[in-house]
């Protein structure tokens, strides 16, 4: 359990985090999406769907790696459903994406949320946030003219909305923080991108600030941890889960992370690495 001020927190979060910041992109463990193009978008709601089950990040990501290697994420493509690329796509996932789900289903997803997205909202999701917040660019909130009342109605409407393409569900949170995270929704308050994930766990549990019993207590604990000592607010916990925790490094970790000195892993990596505790 952390014995520092609690409420330094957040702010030494953000400071051990801002060097990862990637305007205009989301950087995963392996992979870059341009969020700043209409295929850059669509491939992040692909990488939404894929991540939407109990699998391994770096699996999904192989998954997605191959498809978009194939050409089998290009929209325009994708919205022409050839049996031939509807056919390679289920072979890739059969052989890759080892998750105890119906994979099929996956794919008829993906061809389903492409056509839906072309029918409903020009083949992009950025259609959908400007609808939500009626602005026609990546303005700020004091150009928009929007009241906070409004900003958050807005953004329950966007979640919503997202919550519309198949098999997205609770990751429609997830892809409101990456987008503000990459700064290109900067209307969409942080209250509507909290989303527990594997990245924001690992930091709480190291931290002490959660328990490692069941999820469900686990979420239960988060939110109230989030909201008291981080404002509420998952990117800069993502980010730190995300570049620095996933590598299992303590050597990255007493370099780069500002929260190191009180981390459990502190106390179970030194004697397989060297380092003292």
Same mark, same amino acid.
Request: glycine share 6%; charged share 25%.
């Given at each position: 359990?952390?014995?520092?001020? =609690?409420?330094?927190?957040?702010?030494?979060?953000?400071?051990?985090?801002?060097?990862?910041?990637?305007?205009?992109?989301?950087?995963?463990?392996?992979?870059?999406?341009?969020?700043?193009?209409? =295929?850059?978008?669509?491939?992040?709601?692909?990488?939404?769907?894929?991540?939407?089950?109990?699998?391994?990040?770096?699996?999904?990501?192989?998954?997605?790696?191959?498809?978009?290697?194939?050409?089998?994420?290009?929209?325009?493509?994708?919205?022409?459903?050839?049996?031939?690329?509807?056919?390679?796509?289920?072979?890739?996932? =059969?052989?890759?994406?080892?998750?105890?789900?119906?994979?099929?289903?996956?794919?008829?997803?993906?061809?389903?949320?492409?056509?839906?997205?072309?029918?409903?909202?020009?083949?992009?999701?950025?259609? $959908?946030?400007?609808s939500c917040f009626?602005?026609?660019?990546?303005?700020?909130?004091?150009?928009?003219?929007?009241?906070k009342a409004e900003?958050?109605?807005?953004?329950?409407?966007?979640?919503?909305?997202?919550?519309?393409l198949h098999q997205?569900?609770?990751?429609?949170?997830?892809?409101?923080?990456?987008?503000?995270?990459?700064?290109?929704?900067?209307?969409?308050?942080?209250?509507?991108?909290?989303?527990?994930?594997?990245?924001?766990?690992?930091?709480?549990?190291?931290?002490?600030? $959660?328990?490692?019993?069941?999820?469900?207590?686990?979420?239960?604990?988060?939110?109230?941890?989030?909201?008291?000592?981080?404002?509420?607010?998952? $990117?800069?916990?993502?980010?730190?889960?995300?570049?620095?925790?996933?590598?299992?490094?303590?050597?990255?970790?007493?370099?780069?992370?500002?929260?190191?000195?009180?981390?459990?892993?502190? =106390?179970?990596?030194?004697?397989?690495?060297?380092?003292?505790?």
């Amino acid at each position: 359990m952390l014995d520092q001020p =609690q409420k330094n927190l957040a702010r030494l979060v953000w400071m051990c985090t801002e060097a990862y910041a990637t305007p205009g992109s989301y950087t995963g463990m392996n992979i870059t999406i341009d969020l700043t193009s209409q =295929q850059g978008r669509w491939e992040l709601v692909v990488l939404a769907l894929l991540l939407a089950a109990r699998i391994s990040e770096s699996v999904v990501e192989r998954t997605f790696h191959l498809l978009r290697e194939s050409g089998l994420l290009e929209f325009e493509r994708v919205l022409k459903q050839r049996l031939a690329d509807v056919a390679q796509t289920q072979d890739i996932l =059969q052989a890759e994406y080892r998750a105890l789900i119906n994979r099929n289903r996956k794919v008829m997803a993906i061809y389903a949320n492409a056509k839906w997205l072309a029918e409903h909202h020009q083949g992009d999701i950025q259609h $959908i946030y400007e609808s939500c917040f009626k602005v026609t660019s990546q303005a700020g909130e004091e150009a928009a003219g929007m009241t906070k009342a409004e900003i958050a109605a807005a953004a329950g409407e966007l979640t919503q909305r997202l919550r519309q393409l198949h098999q997205i569900d609770s990751r429609a949170r997830w892809m409101c923080r990456v987008m503000r995270e990459a700064e290109v929704w900067p209307l969409v308050p942080v209250q509507a991108t909290v989303y527990f994930d594997r990245h924001v766990r690992c930091v709480l549990q190291r931290q002490g600030l $959660i328990t490692t019993g069941q999820l469900q207590d686990q979420l239960q604990d988060a939110e109230e941890v989030i909201e008291r000592l981080f404002d509420g607010d998952t $990117i800069g916990l993502s980010r730190l889960g995300r570049f620095v925790c996933q590598k299992h490094d303590p050597l990255l970790c007493e370099d780069k992370c500002g929260l190191y000195e009180y981390c459990s892993y502190r =106390q179970t990596a030194p004697e397989q690495n060297g380092l003292a505790p």
